[in-house]
């Protein structure tokens, strides 16, 4: 069967890991864990998109686990599509890291957890029952904060550890809560059994809350967001390129698996609090990622971003549903899924793309980068196609994802609940502004790190990086352009994980003539991005020529005009804080409460006038620090607990366990 064919290299990447650890993780065994790595994540996409294609649903029990339920795993066209989103990530990231891995300071502490984190990824795609679920789900999270910790020595590095650690456990405690509601009072945590059960809204709102609280904070959903920029940067790159670009999606997975799956029909006004989670979620992740000067936290933050887009197609596609309106369900949850499979793609070649400028420079702040374009110029398309794609422009993929979620709110007036009539329109313009100012951002992050002249002797210094990472970036931005110029093949791939979940289906684009995508009827809309491919490429191919036949080739002499750099010092140069004060003086107040103070010499003061800018982030100054401070308050008062005679402790638990015998009785 398709799942044992699914188990199989899953076990290997565990092997892998374990030989690893025998090893010692010595630096000579980095070649070998990345290739294997990379050669079973190949077939785990394999057999996913062949369970993804088929459509049908293969499943197994194994005597592990629980001894009264075993390991469920189930492998259907959901699961198959989240596994090519895990296998394929997983295996560019290998790849990448044969090469990048030579660089790493302290390999002993990343080659252990590597392979395992990859295999803990996929159990929890594959997982059938709570446990089985709930056991990969921790065992990822375990090792991700073990890679996160890979660079210890540093303290930002272990305050990422720390509060990632703290929002991983929030979330699985919020999940086995879920989990344990769904299992009712019957207690059955296989997934059929859950499937079966019903529940009253009551109920069904605690689970979508505490999904929200579990998958959300694992995904980056605002505003249990804070660990993410804090640790997707600390990684090793092509850690952090997994994180980003995959682990959020086993996140997603998650939360589908249990809102669309597990729950059952939703109601409308789950549809509401999803989509204002989403459009709140893409709106503040730009305008973060837009203050950032290190270019892995700047990625960071517009992960934030995509993670609302998704959560904004998945909010549309339950409204649909709940009102039986199949079609627009299908469209809706189709562009989620585009958006997955793109983010996926474009995250981790920008993850990419800044580990080599790290590599290349010892950099990440963007104001000691700049000219690299010349110095790194496969490194500078590759990155630059990412800009593209991640900017949601034509012809690369994630437009088409996003103009399909554009596409479902245009259809959304015919809801018949005004709540969703008045959220929608506000939740699109949300979705508008932030695909607006992400292609600011990446103008911003290109522009000043690969264009201009070199701000430091590092960036001077730059030279092009191996082999294998420039192979893992041009795999990735090949991708980026086929699913943007043929986008009706990964629509129809989608095809059955729709099905299953909504009911039904986008009409079958392959035989749309032309390849264009009909995501409603040709009269309303449609998108040829082949056409709009060639248009592009002949324009800029024509104008070239034009330029450089209709040019004079004469040589003339005048005054040059300096635009603003009166000399060749590159201190004159735009910076990335230039970029972003227009929009941090326009959303800077009631987003960051940011601050400006202009210190100006005295007259006859030869020395430099200084500016400086200082942002909070609300949501951590107003949600988490109190937080912190009534936990460590009450630790200090608790603390008293330990000095307690035997006496005491004894009249303590007899205290405690006459409470909850009360309890139990009001309750019974």
């Known amino acids: 069967m398709l799942i044992e064919f699914a188990l199989i290299p899953v076990a290997g990447l565990l092997a892998v890991s374990l030989a690893a650890i025998l090893a010692g993780g010595r630096p000579s065994i980095s070649a070998p864990v990345y290739g294997a790595s990379a050669i079973l994540c190949a077939l785990v996409a394999i057999t996913g998109l062949a369970a993804m294609l088929g459509g049908g649903v293969s499943t197994t029990v194994l005597p592990v686990g629980l001894p009264w339920l075993g390991a469920h795993f189930r492998l259907d066209a959901l699961a198959g599509f989240f596994l090519v989103v895990v296998g394929l990530g997983g295996a560019v990231a290998s790849l990448y890291a044969i090469g990048y891995g030579r660089h790493e300071r302290e390999p002993w502490r990343v080659l252990p957890f590597y392979s395992a984190f990859l295999g803990a990824m996929s159990l929890v795609v594959l997982a059938d029952d709570a446990f089985s679920f709930l056991v990969s789900w921790e065992v990822m999270s375990l090792l991700s904060w073990a890679l996160v910790l890979a660079h210890h020595r540093e303290n930002e590095n272990r305050r990422a550890g720390y509060v990632y650690l703290m929002m991983a456990g929030f979330g699985t405690m919020a999940l086995l809560l879920a989990f344990g509601l769904l299992s009712g009072g019957s207690g059955g945590y296989a997934f059929d059994a859950m499937r079966e059960t019903a529940r009253t809204p009551a109920i069904a709102a605690a689970i979508l809350a505490l999904v929200l609280i579990g998958a959300g904070s694992k995904a980056g959903l605002v505003p249990l967001h804070v660990w993410l920029p804090l640790a997707h940067p600390a990684a090793p790159s092509h850690v952090s390129a997994l994180m980003s670009g995959v682990m959020t999606k086993v996140a997603i997975y998650g939360f589908i698996r249990i809102v669309f799956d597990l729950v059952g029909l939703p109601s409308w006004w789950a549809a509401m609090v999803v989509l204002v989670l989403g459009g709140a979620t893409a709106a503040l992740g730009v305008l973060y990622a837009l203050m950032q000067h290190d270019l892995k936290r700047l990625l960071a933050y517009h992960t934030v971003e995509n993670i609302g887009i998704i959560f904004i197609g998945l909010g549309l596609a339950l409204a649909f549903q709940s009102n039986h309106q199949t079609a627009g369900a299908a469209l809706a949850f189709t562009a989620a899924l585009f958006h997955v499979f793109n983010h996926s793609l474009f995250k981790s070649l920008l993850f990419f793309g800044s580990g080599a400028v790290l590599t290349a420079t010892g950099e990440r702040d963007m104001e000691h980068l700049g000219g690299l374009i010349h110095r790194m110029p496969a490194t500078s398309i590759a990155f630059l196609i990412g800009c593209v794609a991640i900017s949601a422009l034509p012809p690369l993929n994630g437009f088409v994802s996003e103009w399909l979620t554009f596409q479902a709110i245009l259809i959304s007036p015919e809801l018949p609940q005004w709540g969703l009539k008045l959220s929608i329109p506000t939740v699109g313009a949300l979705l508008a502004l932030s695909a607006a100012l992400a292609a600011a951002c990446f103008v911003k992050a290109y522009g000043i790190t690969f264009l201009g002249r070199p701000r430091s002797k590092a960036a001077e210094r730059a030279a092009e990086v191996d082999r294998f990472a420039l192979s893992a970036m041009f795999i990735l931005a090949g991708l980026c352009v086929l699913a943007g110029i043929f986008p009706g093949f990964v629509i129809d791939a989608l095809a059955p994980a729709v099905a299953s979940l909504v009911g039904g289906q986008m009409p079958t684009q392959t035989a749309v003539p032309w390849l264009s995508i009909v995501p409603i009827a040709e009269s309303r809309s449609s998108y040829n991005g082949l056409l709009v491919f060639i248009f592009i490429a002949a324009s800029a191919t024509i104008a070239a020529l034009a330029i450089h036949r209709l040019a ?101 638990v007899f205290a405690t366990l006459v409470l909850l015998l009360m309890v139990l009785a009001l309750w019974s």
């Open 552 to 652: 004079s080739r004469a040589f003339r002499r005048s005054d040059p005009w300096d635009c603003g750099f009166p000399s060749a010092d590159p201190a004159t140069q735009y910076t990335a804080g230039s970029f972003a004060q227009p929009i941090r003086r326009v959303f800077g107040t009631l987003v960051f409460a940011a601050r400006e103070k202009v210190e100006m010499p005295p007259p006859g003061d030869t020395g430099p006038a200084r500016l400086h800018v200082t942002l909070r982030d609300l949501i951590w100054d107003w949600l988490y620090q109190p937080v912190a401070i009534g936990v460590t308050v009450a630790a200090t008062r608790l603390n008293a607990l330990q000095f307690l005679t035997i006496r005491r402790y004894l009249a303590l």
